[in-house]
């Protein structure tokens, strides 16, 4: 059996309090050769473990040159997340991966990068804006979007502050309802592209959050004439195993945990917003 | 994904069965999901025949219940 099946024990290291309801838990694993073998690309995931209690498959959001730990940012809304919440330092939890495929940083490589994100969906996408910012010169325009429901679901306000200094980078807010002093737009974070000066030839654009927000994003690239190939997004599904054996997150023929979570348009325009599916 | 049901009712969940096995299935395993034992058919408690519901499938169309 693979030991993938195996969840090897990591100590947590760090702990930071995002909202009032999502924390970022920094960790490295008890065994430093694991550690030092543990290499991943942006967009996989790791599944956690929370000893007796369960399994949950989070996105890792660190930049792959982070060699020493890797951080999992989640928001508490079952009982892994929970009692993840409420883990100390010091305190162990289990990990197997990373598994699936990440987002195409090859095919980005001298493009201009659309970044949307909406809610937490900017976590996955984190951890591909650390990467374009440690190697500015490879890529060319950076939009980050993002998008929350209210005003103060945003987080790492500090960081899209530092991430907008940099040169051609642009990072636009939304959030649905708003709150005095928010600096960002009122409304939804799709219609923040119309107000974006795309090199649509230049461009690859990278999506996470709600399947609605993906489909709407989508409709709107594609009609500023965005080819479905440079169109990617990630999937969230109820993933089990990580590795394509237990078919708990297909979506039509696809294995979201083995052939996603992050897919191109054009390998799953037949299925996005199908009901069922 | 968590409180979140894919698929909610009893039609996408026979619809899912029935795609899986037979057509899913063969992208991701390389082949159909169905031996052909006709045991489903034999034993099915409210009388599903498979092989006609492929069909209504495959004749009806959409797939979007």
């Known amino acids: 059996m693979s030991d993938l099946f195996l969840p090897r024990v990591a100590v947590i290291d760090q702990r930071t309090q995002e909202s009032s309801n999502i924390f970022t838990l920094r960790m490295q694993f008890e065994d430093s050769d694991a550690q030092e073998t543990f290499s991943f ?15 949950i498959a989070i996105s890792i959001v660190n930049d792959p040159l982070d060699s020493h730990f890797f951080d999992h940012t989640i928001r508490i809304v079952g009982r892994v997340s929970e009692g993840l919440s409420k883990l100390k330092l010091g305190d162990h939890v289990g990990i197997r991966g990373p598994f699936g495929r990440g987002w195409p940083m090859q095919e980005a490589q001298g493009r201009d990068v659309l970044l949307v994100t909406g809610g937490l969906g900017c976590a996955p996408l984190v951890s591909v804006i650390r990467y374009l910012m440690n190697r500015r010169d490879q890529f060319g325009h950076i939009n980050i979007l993002q998008g929350v429901k209210h005003a103060n679901d945003l987080i790492w306000r500090e960081q899209y502050e530092k991430w907008i200094q ?19 737009q009122q409304g939804m974070v799709t219609e923040l592209i119309d107000q974006l000066s795309l090199r649509i030839g230049r461009i690859i654009a990278l999506l996470c959050g709600p399947e609605l927000m993906m489909m709407a994003a989508i409709a709107n690239l594609r009609s500023l004439g965005l080819p479905d190939n440079q169109i990617w997004f990630s999937m969230e599904r109820n993933m089990q195993c990580g590795m394509g054996q237990c078919g708990h997150c297909q979506i039509g ?4 945990c083995r052939d996603g979570p992050v897919f191109c348009y054009s390998e799953l325009a037949d299925f996005l917003g199908s009901k069922g599916f | 994904m968590a409180g979140f049901q894919v698929r909610t009712n009893p039609m996408q969940r026979y619809r899912q069965w029935l795609t899986h096995k ?15 034992c006709g045991r489903c058919i034999a034993w099915c408690p409210v009388g599903i025949d498979l092989t006609e519901e492929a069909e209504a499938i495959l004749w ?6």
């Open chain 1, 166 to 184: 940099e040169k051609d980078v642009k990072v636009l807010l939304a959030a649905d309802v708003a709150t005095q002093g928010w600096q960002g």
């Open chain 2, 60 to 65: 009806e169309g959409s797939l979007d219940v």
């Open chain 1, 41 to 55: 690309s942006p967009g996989q995931f790791n599944m956690v473990t929370l000893f007796g209690v369960g399994e």
């Open chain 1, 253 to 256: 023929p696809k294995l979201v």
């Open chain 2, 22 to 36: 037979l057509a899913g299935w063969q992208e991701q395993q390389g082949r159909i999901g169905c031996t052909g």
